[in-house]
């Protein structure tokens, strides 16, 4: 069950991000919070201390809690979502586009990453991501064929985990991933606007279906400058 305070935190966190409280301006004051939620003045603080936290507000001493610019693509560790849903949730324009879609047999490196046999048949697609008319991420994907069969540019160019969910039935269940940063290479130049950068942020995904199996193993390539990332660590 959600806290009080996650609570207040989750709605005007979503009321920022469908734009109903404007970049600028300024959120209910405490007391109003208060009142609002019937919650303790703690509770609210702490829901507030958050949303400036993870970006969302700033506090300016004298004047009150405003709502800030969200320049940033933030990426939600604590969760397993498409990028078409993360972005239909923060109502941003984006566009993919498929630049590489093949089958292939998986390289002894590649197959290792998919904890498969080397020549394993895979499915290897490129695609890059326009985010409000920057082309911010590069992704690199390789599915395991006889997981994901039928994928076409088309499935890829809307959801890829739409298509495993809706169309295959298929449950994915869990996602390891590493974070690191990496000197740019040919493929980013050549696909991002770097806007300069000669580093960008790199999310390794190793994604399994509920029954254990690994059927994906991704590369998405963030542009440094604008790259965020936000998870909830509890102390057990």
Known sequence: MMSKYEQIYTEISKSIDNKQLKEGCKIPSETELMKQYEASRG?????????????????????????LKRKNIEFNFGGIVSFQEENERLGRHCITEVVEIEKMKATQDIAKLLNVKEKTEIDHIKRVRNIDGEKVILDINHFVSEYIPGLTREIATASIYKYIEKELGLHISYSQRVIEVQPCTEDDRKYLDLNGTDYVVVVKNFTHLYDGSQFEYTESRHRLDIFHFSDVARRK
């Open 43 to 67: 509770t609210v603080r702490k829901a507030v201390d958050l949303l400036q936290e993870r970006g969302y507000v700033q506090k300016i001493h004298g004047k009150g809690v405003f709502v």
